[in-house]
């Protein structure tokens, strides 16, 4: 996994890597929240917990983004007004495949970054959305990701694999350094 994360991000040297960590999320929108605990459960293992709300957030909208974007139509979700409309509707029930999961977190630590990426099984590139609405319920997860993160990106693929991966890279501070308030 780490060798097709490595291009589009800044030099990261792969033997660096401190720690890593992935989950299989489900195609259902509550494997957010399974990402989220995920993502609290490695941060505090890696002693990073204090970078866990920002991590959190860009890590739900990845993970949103992927299963809202990045599955086939008869494995996407139906939105929630859908949900309640027709809950027991077949056709909007994701289908899961044996072979895959459909969506995967992963997060990797070097000394001094975190990446989060998320894999799904769709080549389409994501977009930015220019939205002067912002009482608008979605179509803003990107401008999140980029305002919470020190960087993101996302690249096709390779292989069998196939599909995408979006990432967000977060500096970290080395121990003993604190960030000053006007930082």
Known sequence: MLEPLRQGLPPLDPAAVSDAASCALPARYEAVGDARRFTRRTLDQWDLGERFDDV?????ELVTNALRHGLPLPRRHPSNEALRA???DPAN????TEQEPPVRLHLMRWTERLVCAVRDPSRESPVTRDSDDFSAESGRGLFLVDSFSDGWGWHPMAGALGG???????????AGERQSPSD
């Open 86 to 88: 027709a809950p027991l």
């Open 164 to 174: 995408k991966v979006v990432w967000a890279l977060f500096r970290l501070q080395h």
């Open 56 to 60: 959190c957030l860009v890590v739900s």
């Open 93 to 96: 029930t994701p289908r899961l």
